[in-house]
């Protein structure tokens, strides 16, 4: 292979990989700190939510949370404003699967873009339409900003949601939070050529 070709096929690798991380989702919080213990038996058309304070800007692209799906059905992903709580988005409808009996999977939701601002309280988890199997844990959490609070709101209905109370203290629902890595800006893709030279020096040279 010439110098030349061999200097494409280096720039091509660096910017493929450095493309491959733009985009995608990053967890920034995770609440889950197991075991959990098991919450109780959460009929169809409710959802919870879990206080969250907030210390920093950051914005939201992807909700998951842990259940048992008892059937079945979809989850609608929900944020509220708090303590005067509104809804502030609430996703489409998500379909996932039955579990198996006695096992919990983490549902995640579709990409969204929401910003969580400093200095606020929200309350952020789902609504279902079928019956599921909750679970909680009592450890709180703080990270990339968001603090754990150990309260879980109740929700009542799915195609027209309303927030009802706090309905458990001391205790938290397993939640993650995700962001998007920016794509980049033109300066990035321009380190890629640096990048490429320095791999092309230490690639033998084609005859």
Do not use: C
Request: aromatic share 12%; no cysteine; proline share 8%.
């Amino acid at each position: 292979m010439s110098s030349p070709s061999l200097w494409i096929v280096s720039f091509v690798l660096v910017l493929g990989f450095s493309s491959h991380l733009w985009g995608q989702d990053t967890l920034v919080f995770d609440s889950f700190a197991p075991p959990a213990n098991f919450g109780g038996y959460s009929s169809a058309d409710g959802g919870e939510a879990s206080l969250l304070s907030v210390t920093q800007s950051l914005s939201i692209s992807r909700i998951a949370i842990l259940n048992e799906m008892l059937s079945p059905g979809s989850l609608e992903f929900v944020i509220l404003s708090y303590p005067q709580p509104q809804f502030l988005y609430i996703s489409a409808p998500d379909a996932f699967p039955m579990d198996v009996s006695g096992q919990t999977t983490w549902k995640e939701s579709d990409s969204l873009s929401y910003t969580l601002q400093p200095g606020s309280e929200y309350l952020v988890g789902y609504l279902r339409n079928v019956a599921a199997n909750d679970y909680v844990y009592s450890d709180p959490v703080s990270e990339s900003g968001i603090t754990s609070d150990l309260s879980i709101g109740t929700l009542l209905g799915f195609s027209a949601p309303t927030y009802s109370h706090i309905a458990f203290t001391g205790v938290d629902q397993p939640l993650r939070l995700y962001t998007a890595v920016p794509e980049p800006a033109s300066g990035t893709i321009l380190l890629a050529f640096p990048l490429a030279l320095l791999m092309r020096r230490h690639l033998p040279l084609g005859r």
